[in-house]
């Protein structure tokens, strides 16, 4: 399956910017559909991530946040960040996996794209 993400950018502390990820290939690979980041410095972390059926869990650093959603008909998954933070300020990855997994490096990833957040 390949991953094309896109939609980071330059954001001030407070906005909000919209990633999207369309997934091409085998869509049987796409069952779990998520986010993880990574910044300097610190370990790869999950930020959220959705099920075919519509299951999302989130990281507690945004609960309230960052929404998760997919188009199935599409293969795209979406991640809103509201109210960001510099601690959010990150390499942001898609990823696909075909069952929940707490194991960071499992599934098949995206290039990335970079959040920064300015204050």
């Known amino acids: 399956v390949q991953l094309q993400a896109s939609g980071g950018g330059l954001v001030q502390v407070g906005g909000s910017l919209r990633l999207s990820c369309a997934a091409s290939?085998?869509?049987?690979?796409?069952?779990?559909m998520g986010w993880y980041r990574q910044a300097p410095g610190n370990q790869r972390e999950l930020v959220a991530r959705?099920?075919?059926?519509?299951?999302?869990t989130y990281a507690d650093s945004v609960k309230g946040r960052f929404t998760i959603s997919r188009d199935n008909a599409k293969n795209t998954v979406y991640l809103q960040m509201s109210i960001l933070k510099p601690e959010d300020a990150a390499v942001y990855y898609c990823?696909?996996?075909?069952?929940?997994?707490?194991?960071?490096?499992?599934?098949?990833w995206g290039q990335g794209t970079l959040v920064t957040v300015s204050s």
């Open positions: 990823n696909v996996r075909t069952v929940p997994s707490e194991n960071v490096f499992a599934g098949s």
């Open positions: 290939g085998n869509i049987f690979e796409t069952a779990v």
């Open positions: 959705m099920t075919r059926g519509g299951t999302t």
